[in-house]
């Protein structure tokens, strides 16, 4: 069964590191999700792509965070510096384009600790 | 702004007994609307998805409603287990495609 796909699945860093997420969504699904959960409660859209384009990132900390979808396929979250606030689980899911049927299909997550 | 509330936030029950876990949402143009189990420290899966014309659908012991008008769902568990012990999210489908995350009802199932 076609599955979403992250990696890593767990990062450790440091307070003002780099960190990097990568997402491979379903094969042949052109809506990609970063949301993010923090312990407890849920998830939080940070960013929607339409194939390569961003269809909604009024939730992303620009200041820190960046996200891109060059080729339309697999998608990278960066987040610089991290701060400690920023530890939680960053999950990716995908959709079929145009479809509102709106199905999403999740991966297993990227959680994040900053200490 | 769209906003989905889930009661209760936290459910303890004995193994066997039927449960109904609660999902509102503010605005009621919607496409449809999703239930999702998380277990602990991984990600989520998909359980039911309900298109906005329906009124229900089911899966296994799963049976989950909606009521657009009145701006609510429950998810229905039949016969409970250990196994069904996780976090139940429900989200609804908006306009582009946008997902609106509830907080969660925290299960325990208990033997």
């Known amino acids: 069964e076609a599955e979403v796909a992250q990696s890593p699945r767990y990062k450790i860093t440091e307070k003002s590191q780099a960190v990097a997420f990568w997402c491979d969504p379903i094969s042949g699904h052109a809506t990609l999700y970063w949301y993010r959960q923090i312990l407890g409660q849920g998830p939080e859209l940070l960013v929607q792509?339409?194939?390569?384009?961003?269809?909604?990132d009024s939730q992303l900390p620009k200041d820190r965070f960046s996200a891109e979808r060059l080729k339309g396929v697999d998608s990278t979250l960066k987040i610089q510096p991290a701060e400690l606030g920023d530890s939680a689980m960053y999950l990716c899911?995908?959709?079929?384009?145009?479809?509102?049927?709106?199905?999403?299909?999740f991966g297993e997550g990227s959680r994040l600790t900053v200490l | 702004k769209q906003e989905v509330t889930q009661i209760p936030a936290a459910l303890s029950v004995p193994e066997g007994e039927n449960l109904v876990l609660n999902c509102s949402f503010t605005d009621s143009a919607i496409y449809n609307l999703q239930w999702f189990r998380q277990d602990p420290g991984k990600g989520l899966t998909s359980l039911l998805l309900i298109q906005s014309s329906q009124r229900e659908q089911t899966s296994g012991r799963l049976n989950a409603s909606l009521d657009k008008s009145s701006g609510r769902s429950t998810l229905y568990i039949a016969a409970s287990q250990p196994g069904d012990s996780a976090t139940y999210l429900c989200?609804?489908?908006?306009?582009?495609?946008?997902?609106?995350f509830g907080g969660g009802t925290r299960l325990m199932v208990k033997p």
């Open positions: 792509f339409q194939d390569e384009s961003v269809v909604d």
């Open positions: 899911a995908s959709s079929l384009k145009g479809q509102n049927t709106g199905e999403l299909f």
């Open positions: 989200a609804v489908i908006g306009a582009g495609n946008m997902l609106t």
